[in-house]
């Protein structure tokens, strides 16, 4: 018998944790930041632009915000995956394909065992989201796939993007953190709207950072302005996030790039 040839399997990075003034930060292999924790607030939300990935609340009713299944692409520093549990009492999964990455968080960024409404897979997101089993489950999704180059998303076809809407349930809506150059981003943008369809695609203000969080529907239109004022006020409130500040850069995601 021949023998068959092998593919090896691609190298992970390094994870590494990094502190300052109070807030650690995950790494892999670089100095880019994956994700961070305030040590003395654990279940804050650090980054700005972590903050803005909780943006697709403004498209569920308030009454809603703790109910449905949440589902995070790349679990980072674990902080959504930390909000979605234990701030919002969500059923919350987090899908990770780096064994690093889950220990790092279980031994530096206080996230818990898995258990009742908690899980982490060790899969590719990829495959995660193409199983026909999960279709329509999910109402709240996070995307955040990087590698340790942090210079574009590591998924990021129309073909991908159109699996993670099949996730969705009717009401359900996605969050992905773009960040880039700008034809990067305009790329991305129009493969989310090929998925997603016209009027179901929006964008929030960029970072200082760079970061721009894009949410997607799939059916849920935009509220109108009263009540996005009503459901962001209640964020700022309740939840501890700028929503209100959000809305002054929130406009819809068209086929014309500028």
């Given at each position: ?68 299944q949440a589902v995070q692409l ?97 009401d359900g809506a996605m969050a ?20 997603f369809g016209p009027g179901q ?58």
């Amino acid at each position: 018998m021949s023998d068959l040839p092998i593919t090896p399997l691609p190298r992970l990075p390094e994870v590494t944790v990094s502190e300052f003034g109070g807030v650690r930060a995950l790494h892999l292999d670089s100095i880019w930041v994956q994700g961070a924790m305030r040590k003395s607030k654990p279940l804050h939300l650090e980054l700005e632009y972590v903050q803005r990935m909780m943006a697709p609340l403004l498209w569920q009713a308030v009454e809603t915000w703790r109910e449905g299944q949440a589902v995070q692409l790349g679990l980072g520093a674990g902080a959504l995956t930390k909000f979605c549990h234990q701030v919002l009492g969500r059923p919350t999964v987090a899908v990770e394909r780096h064994p690093g990455v889950l220990a790092a968080c279980r031994q530096w960024f206080a996230l818990p065992p898995d258990g009742a409404g908690l899980r982490v897979e060790l899969q590719d997101a990829d495959a995660w989201v193409r199983d026909p089993s999960r279709a329509g489950t999910v109402r709240l999704l996070h995307v955040d796939l990087y590698d340790e180059e942090a210079a574009a998303p590591v998924l990021d076809s129309a073909d991908f993007y159109a699996a993670c809407r099949e996730l969705l349930s009717p009401d359900g809506a996605m969050a992905v953190n773009l960040f880039g150059r700008r034809a990067s981003f305009d790329g991305s943008c129009q493969r989310l709207l090929q998925a997603f369809g016209p009027g179901q695609v929006w964008r929030l203000a960029a970072t200082k950072e760079g970061n721009t969080v894009v949410v997607c529907t799939r059916e849920t239109p935009l509220p109108d302005k009263a009540e996005l004022k009503r459901r962001a006020t209640n964020m700022d409130l309740a939840l501890g996030l700028p929503a209100v500040r959000w809305l002054r850069g929130l406009k819809a995601v068209t086929h014309d790039p500028a």
